[in-house]
């Protein structure tokens, strides 16, 4: 028997008995428009946030750019090929804002929507079923000019292009995702500031949290009023959040973080209301000026999906005393009103990225959402790792990644015995990419690029996916 860290040798017949999911099961894999289709200047597109922030010396290593990334724009063909040869039953994408409204505001750019009509009908004639996400973090520069996420007509422009893209690939695509990962879009963007825009202030941070939200539900009711039939939601990014002691000190670190990260999503998308603790946490950052009458009802329209992108767990602590005179907690923080708190490693094994590998945590992530929060159908829309991996005579032998994906594929296994409906999860990446600020420095493919040849690889961990996807499931441990 092997164990869950090492799963059979790719081409090994394995006769143990099979851990199955549920049939229809949509086995899939993610990417995202500014991390793979380069051309960042054709076909009408104009610049993004990222455009912007990549082309901003010190903002990305070793100044990458989403130019080139994997020259999708232009392999489109081929590149759904190979999905259709790894057997993927669903690919989960994101359409550029730029390239299809560029500006972000006033008419449709044919050309832009022309190209994702080929990718639409491309899969589909490949058996493979679309999974649209609208926004996976390219604002339109102009957009960000005029104020960006902390203006609360950016929902607004948000509302519509989604109605353009509605009009234009509703009758094809049944699964849409109105925005990936608000959290990263907002405090990422806004608080920190290593992500596009690169702005760092909480209060900033948090009236973009706001307004993602708004602009998620406004885009709600635009696209079912284009597309009644349409099977609509949103992604958002949870960690479980742990103490790092049973001291109270520490438990209040972890609501706290649990409060930002997970929170103060999860309870105005599916309760329609903030959190008071959080609300409280963050009185010194915000007097919530923002929020007006009836946009947490706006916010709360009735989804068919929630999609969970699940990575790692944060583990935390109360401040550090001894951190005086010069409090780490300056810096500009993606924890507005909680900077303070310390982020605690635990010694277990990491990823490329540094993050714990932590596969229980998708369990307790999965169980979370549809115990205390929604019955709806749930999707792992991302889930996956970075590791350094080495091209030896042609091949990729990915052996981390591998027993990455398949302790996380138990896991959500597991959490569908405990209950939860989970329909379908989609690993990140189809092939290595753009990994924002971190450029082509960290790969998550289960596909290696070559960014000077461009040549795929299907790596290990591909192979194997295949075969999970052929027989709907793993063997058991
Ligand atoms: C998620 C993003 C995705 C990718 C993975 C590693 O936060 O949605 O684009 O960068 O992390």
Known sequence: MSNPASPPAVGVVDDRPPLTFPPGFLWGAATAAYQIEGAAAEGGRTPSIWDTFSHTPGRVVEGHTGDVACDHYHRLGSDVALMAELGLKSYRFSVSWPRVQPGGTGPANAEGLDFYRRLVDELLGHGIEPWLTLYHWDLPQPLEDV????????????????TLVADALGDRVRYWTTLNEPWCSAFLGYGSGVHAPGRSDGADAVRAGHHLMLGHGLAVQALRAARPTAEVGVTVNLYPVTPASEAPADVDAARRIDGLANRFFLDPLLRGSYPADLMADLAKVTDFGHVRDGDLATIST??????????????VAAPDPDAEPEPYWRAPSCWPGSEDVRFVTRGVPVTDMNWEIDAPGLVETLRRVHEEYTDLPLYVTENGSAFVDEVVDGRVDDADRLAYFDAHLRAAHEAIEAGVPLRGYFAWSLMDNFEWAWGYTKRFGMVHV???TQVRIPKSSARWYAEVIRRNGLAAQ
Do not use: I, Q
């Open 147 to 162: 104020g960006g996420w902390p203006a609360r007509d950016t929902a607004a422009r948000f509302a519509d292009y989604a």
């Open 450 to 452: 070559d960014y000077d």
């Open 302 to 315: 009735p989804l068919d999906v929630v999609g969970v992108n699940y990575y790692s767990r944060h583990v």
